[in-house]
């Protein structure tokens, strides 16, 4: 089934949109597992996520979080770190919490630490996952060349990838971890729904390949071709590059796309909004 995607005027209303979208699958069903990334694209996602919790009550106290990922070596106090970056920007606004589950960037032995996070994600089912995507395409920390059969392991970083993300750590590639625990691109494709956010121009050739491009284990993204059900949510600078017969016809208004054949605001389309 092809992907459906959303594109929208501004990274804030895809950033509204996507959290709109997270709302409504809690709403729907309080006890969802969830796989939740990090970066700077979700950070407007996260901010509307709190605004909804707090003005519309939505409750988090029977979900569960898990997180994508984590740098090698860096722990929850670690400034850097994964964990950190979801305690200030999403967990300490939700009260009372949800259960929440991470890899530990610390762990004695991460690759028997990387086993005990598959075995956790099988046993709670990953009932939704929201992705960013790199420029390289990558996804988690999946970098180009990882088998679409991969499961939660450590993986080393590319350099575009610490290059990146240097801005979370004084600007000095040299200071980003060079190796990460990432869930795994087969992990990812048994959740029953995934999301994948991206915005601005530099994101563009990735989506591009991502959606349009073979299936390649070059651009990890291209896996997600194989998944029934997931969502793009763009802004319009990282949907450039599409094919505009792909992207619907009345994308704008309100900021949102929808799936062909499907009206307005995406309401259309066997219950998935
Ligand atoms: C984050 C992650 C990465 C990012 C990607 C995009 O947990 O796993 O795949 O989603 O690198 O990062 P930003 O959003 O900073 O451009």
Same mark, same amino acid.
């Given at each position: 089934?092809?992907?459906?995607?959303?594109?929208?005027?501004? %990274? /804030?209303?895809?950033?509204?949109?996507?959290?709109? =979208?997270?709302?409504?699958?809690?709403?729907?069903?309080?006890?969802?597992?969830?796989?939740?990334? &990090?970066?700077?694209?979700?950070? +407007?996602?996260?901010?509307?996520?709190?605004?909804?919790?707090?003005?519309?009550?939505?409750?988090?106290?029977?979900?569960?979080?898990?997180?994508?990922?984590? %740098?090698?070596?860096?722990?929850?106090?670690?400034?850097?770190?994964?964990?950190? %970056?979801?305690?200030?920007?999403?967990?300490?606004?939700?009260?009372?919490?949800? =259960?929440?589950?991470?890899?530990?960037?610390?762990?004695?032995?991460?690759?028997?630490?990387?086993?005990?996070?598959? *075995?956790?994600?099988?046993?709670? +089912?990953?009932?939704?996952?929201?992705?960013?995507?790199?420029?390289?395409?990558?996804?988690?920390?999946?970098?180009?060349?990882?088998?679409?059969?991969?499961?939660? @392991?450590?993986? &080393?970083?590319?350099? #575009?990838?610490?290059?990146?993300?240097?801005?979370?750590?004084?600007?000095?590639?040299?200071?980003?971890?060079?190796?990460?625990?990432?869930?795994?691109?087969? &992990?990812?494709?048994?959740?029953? /729904?995934?999301?994948?956010?991206?915005?601005?121009?530099?994101? =563009?050739?990735?989506?591009? @390949?991502?959606?349009?491009?073979?299936? #390649?284990? !070059?651009?990890? !993204?291209?896996?997600? *071709? @194989?998944?029934? @059900?997931? &969502?793009?949510?763009? #802004?319009?600078?990282?949907?450039?590059?599409? #094919?505009?017969?792909?992207?619907?016809?009345?994308?704008?208004?309100?900021?949102?796309?929808?799936?062909?054949?499907?009206? +307005?605001?995406?309401?259309?389309?066997?219950?998935?909004?």
């Amino acid at each position: 089934m092809p992907p459906r995607i959303r594109i929208a005027e501004s %990274y /804030e209303a895809m950033s509204a949109a996507a959290a709109e =979208a997270v709302a409504r699958r809690l709403a729907a069903r309080p006890s969802l597992r969830m796989l939740l990334p &990090t970066g700077h694209t979700p950070l +407007g996602m996260y901010r509307r996520l709190v605004e909804i919790t707090r003005h519309e009550g939505l409750r988090w106290d029977r979900a569960q979080v898990f997180l994508l990922d984590e %740098y090698l070596g860096l722990g929850p106090e670690d400034p850097g770190s994964f964990r950190r %970056y979801m305690a200030e920007h999403l967990l300490r606004h939700l009260n009372p919490a949800p =259960a929440v589950d991470s890899l530990n960037g610390r762990a004695a032995d991460p690759g028997s630490e990387c086993a005990r996070y598959e *075995q956790a994600l099988a046993a709670a +089912g990953l009932d939704l996952v929201v992705l960013g995507i790199g420029r390289n395409g990558h996804i988690g920390f999946n970098e180009p060349g990882s088998p679409f059969t991969s499961r939660t @392991r450590v993986v &080393t970083l590319t350099a #575009d990838t610490r290059r990146a993300n240097a801005p979370d750590f004084g600007g000095d590639p040299e200071a980003v971890p060079p190796q990460a625990l990432t869930v795994g691109i087969a &992990t990812i494709l048994e959740g029953k /729904e995934i999301f994948v956010l991206a915005a601005g121009a530099a994101k =563009a050739p990735a989506v591009e @390949r991502a959606i349009q491009g073979p299936l #390649d284990p !070059a651009v990890p !993204a291209s896996a997600l *071709q @194989r998944h029934p @059900r997931v &969502t793009w949510f763009l #802004d319009r600078e990282a949907a450039a590059g599409l #094919d505009p017969e792909l992207v619907p016809a009345g994308v704008g208004g309100g900021g949102s796309g929808a799936w062909p054949g499907s009206e +307005g605001r995406n309401r259309g389309g066997a219950g998935r909004d």
